[in-house]
């Protein structure tokens, strides 16, 4: 008796995700584009070499306290992040509300003094539509110097150290 052996190789790319022309409103965790008009896509090699003169600004949601903690129990979680960037934990959401562009617009001009010229790296973490939000919302705020990095913190603890990073008190205070 003869064995038919049958291989067959199926080779399963990540199909490319066309890049919206407006922020992304659907889930915030999946595959993102590979691109980002008006901004550039840089790896952590080119934020290295970037970040002494650049806003790092961070996107990144707060983490979420494990569902298998009891209620009562002390949750304090540490988010750790590129040394020097600023955190505004939930900037990047598809939201088109007034209310919330005016917010990030205040406090990018606050954080850049009101350059637009300054080059700023947007980045959370990988699959993540937060930072795509972020990076194309300052584009469209006229921004001329923005850098997405789309593999976020965890695509730099790869290559370089985190830091632990504090909510920016300022973004913090505006949601109250």
């Known amino acids: 008796m003869a064995l038919l052996l049958i291989t067959s190789v199926v080779t399963c790319a ?5 890049e919206p022309q407006e922020l992304w409103d659907g889930p915030m965790h999946g595959e993102t584009p590979s691109t980002l008009a008006g901004a550039q896509v ?8 970037l970040r002494q003169g650049a806003l ?11 569902g298998n903690m009891a209620p009562d129990s002390l949750w304090r979680p540490i988010h750790m992040s590129i040394p020097g960037a600023v955190w505004l934990v939930g900037a990047g959401l598809g939201s088109s509300s007034p209310a919330f562009q005016s917010k990030f617009d205040e406090r990018l ?6 350059d ?28 001329a110097r923005v ?4 593999e976020g913190v965890e695509g730099w603890q790869e290559k370089f150290e985190a830091a632990p990073v504090e909510p920016d008190a300022t973004w913090a205070d505006a949601e109250k």
């Open 42 to 49: 840089v790896d952590a090699p080119a934020i290295a070499a």
């Open 56 to 66: 790092l600004l961070d996107v990144a949601e707060t983490p979420k306290k494990p």
């Open 14 to 18: 990540a199909a490319e995700v066309a």
């Open 109 to 114: 001009a606050g954080l850049t003094g009101g």
């Open 116 to 143: 637009k010229q300054k080059p700023i790296v947007v980045f959370c973490h990988p699959k993540c539509w937060g930072s795509w939000n972020a990076a194309k919302r300052l584009v469209m705020l006229g921004y």
């Open 147 to 150: 850098y997405w990095f789309r």
